[in-house]
């Protein structure tokens, strides 16, 4: 940060201890925010010459953001990886905003660059019977492996969420041939049941040593809460 004013580089170790104290952020994404800032601080002051203190960063214009996003887009940044760096930056100028008290309205309305979002990729077969196969051996606890296997083979077999699936309560089982679920925004929809989600299910049911009884959720943890 040898490029970077001394005023900026204290307000950037700030913001990351007030993201670490107060917002939670894991260390991983603290690294990735310090690495974003500090690119752009460095672009600021290559850019106008100088490092540039609090009162000089409060004055940012969108045609120096435009320049930044410009500039990082030419180094082969893909617009994804922009959009998170954008993203860093005005997370750090609306608390030194806040802090400082100027308006960062330039660096707010800035916009991220649009990409295409990719879908999530479905698992193939062999690979899916790999994870289930690792999954029997994860615990001592012979119920709890045949609960994390009925748990896969849920969301694997019928296409469903982690927290659809958690959400099921032993009066579900055993499973019928299809299952109403609720989804986000309250959206039902009807999943077929496939025979091996069905198996998987009553085998963990079998094995599981706390009472099923209809309002307990189906899958229970090691001390037989939720």
Known sequence: MSFISPAATD????????????????????????????DFLSFITAHKGAPQGLGA???I????MRAWMAQTRETGVAARSLARKLSAVKAFYKW?????????????????PKFQKKLPRPLAPDAARNLIDAIEIQ??????????VAVVTL??????RISEALSLSAADAPLPATLRITGKGGKERIVPVLPAARDAVDAYVRMCPHPQTAEAPLFRAVRGGP
């Not at 969301?155 to 469903?160: A, I, N, R, S, T």
């Open 57 to 59: 960063l409060a004055d």
């Open 96 to 112: 030194l905003a806040l802090r400082e008290g100027f308006e960062p309205t330039a660096v707010l309305s800035t916009r991220a």
């Open 61 to 64: 214009s969108v045609t120096d």
């Open 139 to 148: 615990s001592q606890h012979p119920w709890v492996c045949a609960r994390d």
């Open 11 to 38: 307000a950037l170790q700030s913001w990351l201890a007030h993201q670490r104290a107060i917002k939670g952020a894991a260390e991983n994404t603290l690294i990735a925010y310090q690495g974003d800032v500090i």
């Open 155 to 160: 969301l694997w077999g019928c296409g469903l």
